[in-house]
C-alpha cells in the first residue's frame, strides 16, 4: 500500500517499512533534521508549509507525480490532524475522517458531544471574539456559568501552549487577548488529580488500554515543575482500570472515534473521573516508552496499523514492576549541562533519552509541557518507590542547572 505520512516520525517509518508499504513523507522545513535521518527510508520526500493547510498537503502529493495511487494517510503530529483527515478523504484513502478529526481536535466540538452524551467534564464556553474591555469581560461571565479561577486556552493546540490559569478580570482579559485570532476556549478550572489514558481503539472495543496519573496537574509545568507521570499495572489496579475504562469508551463514542489510537486526558479519582481533552494520537513525551513496558504495544507504530489495516504486533503485560518517567527540566537562560550517564546512575533509572545537547541553550518549560532537555523513564517495585526514583531525577537535574554556565557566556 502506498501510505502519505504527514510529519516525520521513525516509529511510524520503521513501522510502515517492516509491512512492506510504500512512503510518502511530507514535512514542515522545522523538521529537515528529522527528515534527513529517515530518507532512505522512504520513496519520496516533500516539504509542505504548514501542517494545518489542506491546500498545502493535497499540492504536496501533486507535486511527487506520478505515484502510485494513495491507500491511507496518517499523522501522530497534532497540528495535522484535521488536514490529514480531509487529504485522506479527497484521496479515498484510509484514514480519519474530517468529522473524527474535528472532534479530537477542537476542544469546543468534542465538549458540546460530551455534554450531549452526558459526559462528565468541566463547564465551558467558546470565546468567539477578543474582548475589547473588562467591561465586555464582565459581561460575557454574567452570561455563563463560569466562575474564577478559569483556564483559558486555545481551541486546537497541544503540548498546554498558551494556557493560563486566570483568577481575576484583568487576567482574563490579557489571557483572551493573547490568543491568536482571540478565539477561545474558556473552563472552569478543576481541582484534584490529573490522569492519562491512553490505548487503541478497534471497531468500537479497547484493544490496547493503559492509565497513568501525573504526580501534579500539567498546569504545574508553567511554574517550572516538569512533567512527571506515573503507569499504573494493570493486573494490581484492576479497579482504576474498569473504571478508567468506562469512562474513555463513552468518550470516544461520543466523539465518533471508533478506530484509532487515543490520548485521553482527565481529572479526579476513579468513580468521578472528569474528562478533560482528548486526542486522537499517541500520547507526548515518553508515553510509547511506557506503553511498551506495560501493557506491550508500541502505541507509535500502532497508530499507522490501525489505519493500514496490518496486525499490531504485541507482548505480555507488566504484571509485577510499577514504571514511570518524567521530562528532564530546564533552567532558562542557562546553557545544558546534564549528561545521560549521570542521571543513568540515580537507583530505578533505567533509560535515559537526551533531547538537548550539552552546551546548548535551555528554553522555558512555561512555553510548552513537552519542553525539557530529555526524559528518564524508571521502575520499581510499587508506586511510591517509581515516584521516589522521579522525584531523584528531578533534583539531581535541578542541582546540575546550579552549576551550568549562563547563555550569555557563550558569546
Not at 169 to 184: K, M, N, P, Q, Y
Not at 324 to 331: C, K, V, Y
Not at 351 to 368: C, D, P, Q, T
Request: proline share 5%; hydrophobic share 45%.
Amino acid at each position: 500500500m502506498h501510505v502519505v505520512l504527514v510529519g516525520p516520525r521513525a516509529e511510524i517509518v520503521r513501522g510502515l517499512r517492516a509491512d512492506g508499504h510504500e512512503i510518502t513523507l511530507l514535512y514542515e522545513p522545522g523538521h529537515r533534521e528529522r527528515v534527513a535521518v529517515l530518507a532512505d527510508q522512504v520513496e519520496r520526500i516533500c516539504a509542505v508549509d504548514s501542517y494545518r493547510k489542506v491546500e498545502s498537503l493535497w499540492s504536496a502529493v501533486h507535486h511527487l507525480e506520478p505515484m502510485n495511487p494513495i491507500g491511507a494517510v496518517v499523522t501522530t503530529t497534532e497540528w495535522a490532524v484535521v488536514a490529514a483527515a480531509v487529504l485522506g478523504q479527497l484521496a479515498g484513502a484510509r484514514s480519519l475522517t474530517p468529522a473524527q478529526a474535528l472532534a479530537c481536535r477542537d476542544k469546543g466540538v468534542q465538549k458540546k458531544k460530551w455534554n450531549a452524551a452526558g459526559i462528565p467534564t468541566a463547564s465551558w464556553r467558546v470565546l468567539c471574539n477578543s474582548l475589547a474591555s473588562e467591561a465586555e469581560a464582565e459581561s460575557w461571565l454574567a452570561e455563563s456559568d463560569l466562575r474564577f479561577p478559569l483556564v483559558v486556552k486555545p481551541l486546537a493546540e497541544g503540548a498546554s501552549k498558551s494556557v493560563k490559569v486566570v483568577r481575576e478580570l484583568d487576567e482574563f482579559v490579557t489571557a483572551a487577548d493573547s490568543i491568536d485570532g482571540g478565539r477561545a476556549m474558556v473552563e472552569q478550572f478543576v481541582e484534584g488529580r490529573e490522569w492519562h489514558f491512553d490505548g487503541i481503539v478497534e471497531n468500537g472495543k479497547l484493544s490496547a488500554f493503559m492509565v497513568s496519573r501525573y504526580s501534579e496537574p500539567l498546569l504545574c509545568t508553567k511554574y517550572g515543575k516538569p512533567i512527571r507521570s506515573i503507569a499504573l499495572t494493570p493486573a494490581l489496579n484492576p479497579d482504576v482500570y474498569d473504571s478508567a475504562a468506562d469512562l474513555t469508551l463513552r468518550a470516544l463514542h461520543a466523539l465518533g472515534l471508533t478506530t484509532g489510537v487515543f490520548h485521553l486526558e482527565a481529572f479526579g479519582e476513579p468513580g468521578t473521573f472528569v474528562a478533560s481533552e482528548l486526542a486522537c494520537r499517541p500520547g507526548g513525551g515518553i508515553v510509547g516508552e511506557m506503553t511498551q513496558r506495560v501493557i506491550g504495544v508500541d502505541i507509535y507504530e500502532a497508530s499507522a496499523r490501525v489505519i493500514t489495516g496490518d496486525p499490531i504486533p504485541r507482548w505480555a503485560e507488566e504484571t509485577e514492576l510499577t514504571h514511570g518517567w518524567t521530562i528532564l527540566p530546564t533552567a532558562p537562560g542557562k546553557l545544558n549541562n546534564v549528561e545521560a550517564e549521570e542521571i543513568m546512575k540515580i537507583p530505578g533509572v533505567d533509560k535515559v533519552i537526551m533531547r538537548l545537547e550539552r552546551g546548548s541553550a535551555m528554553r522555558n518549560m512555561a512555553e510548552a509541557s513537552t519542553l525539557g532537555v530529555g526524559c528518564a523513564a524508571v521502575k520499581g517495585r510499587s508506586v511510591a518507590e517509581c515516584q521516589r526514583a522521579i522525584d531523584a531525577v528531578v533534583a539531581a537535574v535541578e542541582r546540575i542547572h546550579e552549576n551550568a554556565p549562563l547563555e550569555a557566556a557563550q558569546t
